[in-house]
C-alpha cells in the first residue's frame, strides 16, 4: 500500500499539461518547487504511508492517525527545504491507506470513502485545525468546505469525478495514462471548488479555472488529436494569472491510488 500512495503521488507530478500546476515539464505557477522538489517529498513519505496503513490496520484512532500525519510533515518539510509539496497528499492520502489497512484487516467490503467517513469522519471534522494552511483562511474568508468535508463525506470529489473520469478516459486513449491523468484533472478542476484557486484567485479566478476547464472538456478534451496542444495553451493562462489546483493534484493522487487498490 505504501509504495502505491508513493508511486499515486510521483504518477501525479510526472503529468503534463496540468494547469498551473508542477511537473516534470516545468514549475507552473510556483517560484518555490520543481519536479525535484515534489520527489524528494514522495520519498520522504514511504515510510509514513507504511505506518498509516498498519495503524488502519490497528483501527487507531484519528488523534494517532493525525500524529503520525504531523511526523510526515516535518519528514516532508526536511525533505524540501521548507516546501509544502504534499500536506494536502499527506491528509487524504493518508486517510485512504488507513482506511486501505482496516479493510484489509476487518474484510469489510465498503469503499475507502466510505471507511473514511464512518470511521473518522467526526473526529475529522471536529479535530484541531492548523492556523497556517491555506485553507482555513479560504474557509474563513469565503465559507469553502476544503479538504476536510470532502474527507469527512467520504471523498464525493474522488468518487463522483476523478474515478469516473480517469476510467472514462482509459476507454478513449487506453495505451496513454498520462492523457488519462490529464482528463480526470480536467474534470476535477472543471467542479471542485480549489481552496488553493481560491487562495490564489479568489472567486473570480476560481470561476474562471473551472470554465477553462469546462472549455477543454467541452471541445473533446483528450478525444481530440490536439488535446496535448490545447491542454498546453490552457496551462500557460493558469501560470500568467498564476493559478494552481493543487487541491484538485492532491485528489488526482487519491484518484490514482484508489484506483491501483480498488475502490
Not at 498551473?20 to 520543481?34: Q, T
Not at 490497528?58 to 509539496?85: C, D, F, P, S, W
Not at 491507506?97 to 482496516?102: I, Q, R, V
Request: aromatic share 6%; charged share 20%; with cysteine.
Amino acid at each position: 500500500m505504501a509504495v502505491l500512495a508513493q508511486d499515486a503521488l510521483l504518477s501525479e507530478v510526472h503529468t503534463w499539461p496540468k494547469p498551473g500546476l508542477v511537473s516534470h515539464i516545468d514549475a507552473g505557477s510556483h517560484d518555490d518547487m520543481d519536479c525535484s522538489t515534489f520527489e524528494a517529498s514522495a520519498e520522504s513519505l514511504l515510510p509514513y504511508f507504511r505506518d498509516i496503513a498498519a495503524a488502519g490496520a490497528a483501527g487507531m484512532a484519528m488523534h494517532g492517525l493525525r500524529a503520525l500525519g504531523i511526523q510526515a510533515e516535518h519528514a516532508m518539510m526536511a525533505a524540501t527545504g521548507g516546501v509544502n509539496t504534499h500536506r494536502g497528499a499527506i491528509f487524504g492520502v493518508g486517510l485512504l491507506c488507513a482506511a486501505a489497512g482496516y479493510r484489509e484487516r476487518m474484510g469489510v467490503s465498503d469503499t475507502l470513502g466510505d471507511i473514511v467517513a464512518w470511521r473518522w469522519g467526526a473526529s475529522i471534522l471536529g479535530g484541531p485545525r492548523p492556523a497556517d494552511s491555506n485553507g482555513i483562511s479560504v474557509l474563513r474568508r469565503y465559507g469553502a468546505g476544503g479538504a476536510r468535508a470532502e474527507a469527512a463525506a467520504g471523498f464525493p470529489s474522488l468518487y463522483r469525478i476523478a474515478l469516473p473520469a480517469l476510467r472514462q478516459a482509459r476507454l478513449l486513449r487506453p495505451r496513454d495514462s498520462e492523457a488519462q491523468r490529464v482528463q480526470a484533472l480536467f474534470a476535477l478542476v472543471a467542479e471542485v471548488e480549489d481552496t488553493n484557486l481560491l487562495h490564489r484567485g479568489g472567486p473570480l479566478g476560481g470561476s474562471w479555472a473551472r470554465a477553462a476547464a469546462r472549455s477543454f472538456l467541452v471541445r473533446g478534451g483528450i478525444a481530440r488529436p490536439d488535446w496535448r496542444e490545447s491542454a498546453a495553451a490552457i496551462h500557460r493562462e493558469f501560470v500568467a494569472r498564476r493559478l494552481s489546483p493543487g487541491g484538485c493534484a492532491d485528489l488526482l493522487a487519491m484518484a490514482l491510488f484508489v484506483d491501483s487498490v480498488g475502490d
